[in-house]
């Protein structure tokens, strides 16, 4: 359904997004997981024909997003990380307009309309003007404007950005269902280990603009090969030093005030570490064992957490996305 | 088939928009009212000009100038969208640049000739007699003038990086155009350099068409209509050519 060979994108001298290879099936969840300014969004938008492409190629639904970008709109529906909604309008007039804008016939609009806003929930409020909906009810609305037109592919970007942890669990229910019900291909892209993790059937995980790890999210974690033990300490970089004399410990990262290892066979190993630490006089505030998630796979082939910018960070981004588009 | 469905949907979602701002309606009603009423009897006992008095003499150029303001400020509009996010709605549907910038030209076209139109009503304060033919005949020539201006609105707009540079416009694009224009005097009375500069306004062919038009026989005009039409054509179709060229950039 989308095949992505070499695909490059460079901004002046920084290159925000540097040769992806991947391909989609017919039908499948696939997740851009990394941190903000990693590429996803930029990825997104070449593939969206917003951007063009540096260098490399993207065919979506059979079509090159170069050579025929029109053919590539008519087959996507997209989901924008912030508002694209006219709040000036009412819900069912901006599904009215993005009908009428992707050709969908006269005569079929009226019913898919009222199908959408039944799935998103929204039919008592389709009549509204949009400056008086929520944040998720607008973000609800996006999602079923994108599908209005039957798209082949939905994308969406930062699905549940800026949304109470009630209202993302609904948009997930939405994804999933969406997904099971009408066998829709969808790229989303996160920077929430669990919203890959939960929605996505793969996940490309991305950091300046390269892709460090391709796989199902269960394969990921396993590939990690162990268990994630956490220690709270105050002297991390002695204990970590220390550690190394432990054989079968290889994976230590060290936190600010906290080392990760990644071991094997995790319970047996605890009682030595603490051996080692009282042996050298480290005192340890705490310390926990547990399956690895995502975050950790990010750790493990990063060395950094992925974690929210400040908002500050985060808007002057925005407003820069903002700007490159004219 | 589809372009033409595009256009309209953009032309028809301008227009909705404009109609629901109640609070723009209002003082669209009342500003022309400012001018002709305040302004007008304040120069017309300071001025002569010929058969008709200075209110009915800047009449046509109060709806001139109306047409302008409305027109830049429509297009400057898009500014909105950009920073609203709904542009890229937009842009990203399967129809093409040129067809989304006509439809949005023709869609604040519209905004601004419905608010021109409301000026013609106000002929009875200055003692014009509007018939109804004399006001049908001013709508596509007021259709006319704004095509350009919009153009130019939304040429502007897409260089600009947000709302703030509105006054900007205010100072270099709307003033120069609506003091050159001959709408608050005549132009053939006004020094040399004046007139030349003058010549060079496209709203000054637009504020003696609409004198022809609505003055009728009491106006002797500095061009024959069709210099007018003529002038007016060949600067919209320049104009939505830089804005469709402007617009279909993609980076």
């Known amino acids: 359904m989308i095949d992505v060979k070499d695909l490059t994108r460079r901004f002046g001298s920084l290159t925000a997004v540097d040769r992806l290879n991947f391909t989609v ?134 699905p ?130 547990r ?9 493990h082939y990063t060395g950094r957490k992925i974690r929210p910018e400040t908002s500050e960070e985060y808007h002057a981004l925005i407003a820069r996305r903002r700007r490159s588009i004219k | 088939m589809s372009e033409i469905l595009g256009i309209y949907t953009l032309w028809l979602r301008e227009v909705k928009r404009y109609m629901r701002e109640k609070t723009r309606l209002v003082s669209s009603f009342f500003q022309p009212l400012i001018w002709l009423v305040i302004f007008g009897s304040g120069m017309r006992f300071s001025t002569g000009i010929g058969v008709i008095n200075y209110q009915q003499f800047i009449f046509p150029g109060v709806v001139g100038q109306t047409l302008l303001f409305t027109s830049m400020f429509m297009g400057i509009s898009v500014i909105w969208d950009r920073e609203f996010g709904f542009l890229k709605e937009i842009l990203v549907a399967p129809i093409s640049r040129v067809s989304i910038f006509v439809g949005k030209m023709l869609g604040d076209s519209t905004d601004a000739v419905i608010q021109g139109s409301f000026v013609l009503l106000y002929s009875f304060v200055v003692g014009i007699d509007m018939d109804i033919k004399t006001f049908l005949l001013s709508l596509p020539l007021m259709m006319l003038i704004t095509f350009g201006l919009v153009s130019v609105g939304l040429t502007l707009a897409s260089f600009m990086e947000s709302l703030e540079s509105f006054g900007v416009i205010q100072t270099f694009v709307n003033l120069p155009l609506f003091f050159l224009s001959g709408a608050l005097f005549p132009v053939d009375q006004v020094p040399e350099w004046l007139r030349w500069v003058s010549i060079i306004d496209p709203l000054t062919y637009g504020v003696d068409a609409l004198r022809i038009v609505i003055l009728k026989g009491a106006w002797t005009p500095l061009f024959p209509l069709h210099y007018d039409l003529l002038a007016l054509f060949i600067f919209d179709m320049a104009m939505i050519l830089v804005g469709t060229i402007v617009f279909g950039r993609r980076r």
């Open chain 1, 25 to 158: 099936q017919p039908g499948e969840v696939f997740g851009l997981l990394g941190p903000n300014g990693a590429g996803k969004t930029t990825t997104l938008f070449m593939l969206c024909t917003i951007l063009k492409p540096s260098f490399g190629t993207a065919i979506v639904n059979g079509f090159d997003v170069v050579k025929h970008p029109s053919q590539v709109r008519r087959s996507i529906g997209i989901v924008f990380q912030e508002p694209s909604v006219d709040d000036r309008l009412t819900g069912r007039e901006n599904l009215e307009m993005h009908a009428n804008l992707y050709g969908v016939p006269r005569s079929e609009q009226k019913k898919r309309i009222n199908e959408v806003l039944e799935l998103v929930e929204l039919e008592d409020r389709a009549d509204s003007l949009i400056r008086t909906y929520s944040g998720g009810m607008r973000r609800r609305l996006e999602m079923a404007r994108g599908l209005v037109h039957y798209p082949k592919v939905l994308f969406l970007d930062e």
């Open chain 1, 160 to 289: 549940t950005l800026g949304l109470d942890p009630q209202t993302r669990e609904h948009i997930w229910s939405y994804i999933a269902d969406l997904s099971k019900r009408k066998n829709i291909t969808m790229i989303l892209t996160t920077h929430y280990m669990e919203e890959a993790d939960k929605l996505c059937d793969r996940i490309a995980i991305i950091d300046y603009g390269k892709i460090i790890a391709l796989d199902e999210p269960k394969r990921l974690k396993e590939g990690l090969e162990g268990d994630i033990i956490s220690i709270k300490t105050g002297a991390v970089k002695k204990l970590s030093e220390k550690l190394k004399e432990i054989k079968s410990l290889k994976d230590i990262t060290q936190l600010e005030s906290e080392l990760k290892v990644i071991v094997k066979g995790g319970d047996s190993i605890i009682p030595r570490i603490v051996e080692v630490a009282v042996n050298s006089g480290i005192h340890i505030q705490s310390m926990s064992i």
């Open chain 1, 291 to 299: 399956e690895p998630t995502l975050e950790d796979v990010f750790l």
